[in-house]
Nanobody, 115 residues
Framework: QVQLVESGGGLVQPGGSLRLSCTAS????????MPWYRQGPGKQRELVAN???????NYADSVKGQSTISRDNVKSTMCLQMNSLKPEDSAVYYC?????????WGQGTQVTVSS
């Protein structure tokens, strides 16, 4: 069964950190481009960060310098380390896997930044 499962979300205070993980099964992860998206309340889904199959990364300006995306193709996981979190980072975070015509999504994990 092909699926992506996110984990690591939760409630964190402003300035805190979270590490989100995306575990893939049923696919050859090394082939895929792996973005993280987020969708806050009343907002459109937006790209947070992306890691290509060759390891190149890019980040949204809003998270540049505070987040790091990484992948482990052997363990079939992709992670997003987020530091210095702000209330505006609160959202449901989704991992995505793209290869050729395949476009796979996880179910999302909630991140809430609040004191």
């Amino acid at each position: 069964q092909v699926q992506l499962v996110e984990s690591g979300g939760g409630l964190v205070q402003p300035g805190g950190s979270l590490r989100l993980s995306c575990t893939a099964s049923g696919l050859t992860l090394c082939l895929y481009t792996m973005p993280w998206y987020r969708q806050g309340p009343g907002k459109q889904r937006e790209l947070v960060a992306n890691i290509f199959s060759d390891g190149r990364t890019n980040y949204a300006d809003s998270v540049k310098g505070q987040s790091t995306i990484s992948r482990d193709n052997v363990k079939s996981t992709m992670c997003l380390q987020m530091n210095s979190l702000k209330p505006e980072d609160s959202a449901v975070y989704y991992c995505n896997a793209i290869w050729r015509t395949r476009d796979l999504w996880g179910q999302g994990t909630q991140v809430t930044v609040s004191s």
